[in-house]
Every structure is written in C-alpha cells, then in structure tokens.
C-alpha cells in the first residue's frame, strides 16, 4: 500500500518543494494549481518517469465546484487520500490597511485561506475514517495562534487565524479516528529560496535573514510537512508550528 498525499498549489514554489519530498519519500501525489505556465509544465516533464504515481490536476481553491473535482478526480485514480496538504493560499502583497480593501479582495483572502480548507475537510475526512488514518497539514504565519494583528494583512491574517481555530478542532474531533491536524507557519521565504534546498542556503552570502545565519528555504518546510505526515507522528495534532529561524516575521517592516 503507497500512501497518497493531495496537495493544492503543489507545483510550483513552496509546494513544488513539498511535492517533490513527498515523491521522494516513496509516496504517491495528486498536484493542483491554478494556472497552466511554463513551471507547471517543467515540473511535469521532470517527472514524467513517475507517472504512475503523479497526477496533476487544475482547479481554483475558491471555487468550491474545483474543489470538490479535484477530490473526486484524485479518488477515481488513486483509492485513497492520507494527506491533505492545503498548501495554496492568496496574498494580497500590496500593503494597505483594511479600509483600503476592496471587497473582492477581503472575500478572496476568505474563501482560498480558510473556506477551501472547510470544503476539502467535507470531502476528505469521510475517506480518512474509513481508512482510519490521516494527517491534515494547513498554512499559517508566525504566531497565528496567539492571534495577533498584522498591519496591512488584516484580509490573510483574520483567514489564518480562524484556520488555526479550525486546525486545533479536527484534531481533536477526528483524533480516536487516527488522523491528526497541524499547521506549518513558514517564515520569510521570498522568490526563488521557496525552490531552494537547505545545503543552498547555507552557501549563499548575504541572506543571513534569521538569527541561525541563512535565510528560510522550502526545503524546511517540506522536511517538517513529511515528518508531520509519518505513521509515528500521530503524537503530534493540534500543533502550530512556526518554521521561522527565529525570525520576527510580523514585526520585520513596522
């Protein structure tokens, strides 16, 4: 038996790496991402040798309908989902107070970083019960559950809060069915350091970003993922886990 982990916004940036660790592990992936360019295309043609254990799939986490597809889709080929990785999540990088939003823009914040991870949730738990094992991974940012105020994000921020809220309460409901529920919070991990290893990091001159001297790659954050996703983990559910280097994330352009 391969498990299999499906991950949203898996093939490219932070998610690529993860995928790619997954696929490493031996496990099999259903991709999602939004929009076909030269990245996704890549990352296809570098792994077609793995067809038999990769499929990608597009689809939009805020539209419920993509959603719901992308499930049924990935249960048609492969049986079975033991991890849910929701990895996508919109950012409005423009920095502006909330009086400056406009209402689409609060509503995307929404829907792709809180509701599409209710929508997945529906769909995937009923599968993870009758397997009677899961690990759910969600996203957030350094110190989301102290619920703290982030200046200008007020539309993320007010998502990954409530995400933490929902995180620590499936694992809690769904615990006696053997699937756990964390949050991985990944610290500044700008432009091509979301593709980049650990060994690249530490060979790079001016990126001491963190107090432990490198910047943060996505290489850390899929090590932490995988390890979270481990039969043995199971002692870990409810966690938010910041993966920052020590790095006052909110703080950095007050």
Known sequence: MVRHA????????????????????????????????????????????????????????????NLIQLVDKTMERFGRIDFLINNAGPYIFERKNLIDYEEAEWYEMIEG??????????????????????????YGFQGADAAQGWIHRSGFSAAKVGLVSLTKTIALEEASYGITANMVCPGNILGDMKEASISDARSMTGMNHTPIGRSATGEDIARTITFLCENDSDMITGSIIDVTGGENVINRFR
């Not at 030269?38 to 799939?57: E, P």
């Not at 738990?125 to 094992?133: A, G, S, T, V």
């Open 113 to 138: 970083n809180l509701n599409s991870v209710f929508h997945l949730l529906k769909k995937t738990l009923p599968i993870m019960r009758k397997q009677h094992f899961g690990r759910i991974i969600t």
């Open 6 to 65: 499906l991950i949203t916004a898996g093939a490219k940036g932070l998610g690529r790496k993860v995928t790619e660790k997954l696929l490493e592990k031996g496990y099999s992936v259903t991709v999602n991402y939004r929009t076909y360019d030269r990245a996704v295309k890549d990352f296809q043609d570098q792994y077609k040798h793995l067809d038999d254990r990769l499929q990608f799939i597009q689809g939009d986490v805020t539209d419920k309908t």
